[in-house]
């Protein structure tokens, strides 16, 4: 165990002086659903480990996903999956009938418990070792067994 941990922070540090530099940003929609901020760390150069918190009307959600770039170069395909946790706010009123509590409770499922959605990703990724990052993705997910096409805009900053 002694030898473990001094040989996996080295393995952890030198995936990080090799990777791009880390990353953060907002997301709009993607996997966030919809309004998020993101941390976006490098395991390897090509390999991108992302987490988040985000808020859409009446649920958070927590994404979290791996994603991998396909070339070396600021601007790249970025391929990866993970998933995103929703939960909801407890439905403190009565079916009014209105618009928003039909969007509510068909789009958003307001009153169900939190529930793990599947994500992939797929998108334009510029990510230079400074200044901005900008995202485009689409991110198709599964919501009880059925597909719901998603697409995201991120934008922010390495550092």
């Known amino acids: 165990m002694r030898i473990t941990l001094p040989l996996l922070a080295l393995v952890v540090s030198s995936a990080q002086a090799q990777a791009r530099p880390a990353a953060l940003y907002f997301q709009f929609a993607g996997e966030g659903l919809?309004?998020?901020?993101?941390?976006?760390?490098?395991?390897?150069?090509?390999?991108?480990?992302?987490?988040?918190?985000?808020?859409?009307?009446?649920?958070?959600t927590v994404p979290l996903s791996l994603s991998y770039l396909v070339s070396r170069k600021n601007s790249t395909l970025e391929v990866?999956?993970?998933?995103?946790?929703?939960?909801?706010?407890?439905?403190?009123?009565?079916?009014?009938?209105?618009?928003?509590?039909?969007?509510?409770?068909?789009?958003?499922?307001?009153g169900r418990s939190p529930m793990v959605v599947p994500v992939a990703v797929l998108g334009w990724r510029y990510h230079p070792p400074e200044g901005a990052l900008i995202r485009l993705t689409l991110t198709p997910l599964m919501i009880k067994g059925k597909p719901h096409i998603y697409g995201g805009a991120s934008l922010g900053f390495t550092f």
């Open 34 to 60: 919809g309004l998020s901020a993101n941390l976006d760390v490098g395991l390897t150069q090509s390999l991108r480990l992302r987490g988040g918190a985000g808020w859409l009307w009446t649920m958070g």
């Open 80 to 110: 990866g999956g993970g998933g995103t946790l929703m939960y909801f706010l407890p439905d403190d009123h009565q079916n009014d009938g209105s618009i928003n509590d039909y969007i509510e409770r068909t789009f958003l499922l307001t």
